[in-house]
């Protein structure tokens, strides 16, 4: 394959949807672009504005948020496996706060998770069960257990 047969490539790959470096680095090495090659495709991605971290990681975290329901904590190990750069993910973490509704994502979240327990479990269980589900979701401890004395509060 040559470079600019390589560059076209890439160019589809990241029109198709966002990447980020790593992502693509990594599907250059696939297709056997490497050295030289492989920093030139990289550059003319990112001057003709294919590959941008930055859109990458605010993208990503609107995404993971709205779609998903993740948690700022998920987000941000997702991204920093994906080698996005601290300020990339800074900004990425303003995006879920402009979004709006985070708490009250967590609570939709919990609520959902306890009225379809089948199960019939004491309410120290219940507890215990609805705390890991938030924490597995990715929301952060304290924002977690005061959610979930929240909710149960409202049951009593």
């Known amino acids: 394959m040559t470079k600019e047969e390589a560059i076209v490539k890439m160019q589809r ?22 050295g030289d090659w492989l920093e030139e495709v990289m550059s ?15 993208n990503y975290a609107r995404g993971k948020f ?3 329901g993740w948690g700022k904590v998920r987000i941000l190990r997702e991204l920093k496996f994906r080698r ?7 900004k990425a ?16 979240h919990l609520e959902k998770y306890v009225r379809l327990r ?3 479990y004491d309410i120290y269980t219940l507890k215990t069960k609805t705390y890991a589900h938030g924490i597995s979701k990715g929301f952060e401890s304290p924002l977690v257990s005061k959610t979930v004395s929240e ?3 409202k049951k009593d």
Do not use: P, W
């Not at 996005?84 to 800074?90: G, T």
């Not at 879920?96 to 609570?107: A, K, M, P, R, V």
């Open 66 to 68: 709205r779609v998903k």
């Open 44 to 58: 003319e991605l990112i001057q003709d504005g294919y590959l941008n971290d930055e859109r990458f990681a605010k």
């Open 151 to 153: 909710l149960f509060l």
């Open 118 to 120: 089948k199960e019939k």
């Open 93 to 108: 973490m303003l995006e879920i706060d402009e979004e709006g509704g985070y708490e009250e994502t967590l609570l939709n």
């Open 84 to 90: 996005i750069s601290d300020y990339c993910i800074k």
């Open 13 to 34: 790959y990241c029109a198709y949807q966002d990447r980020c470096h790593q992502e693509v680095r990594s599907k250059l090495i696939s297709i056997k672009i490497f």
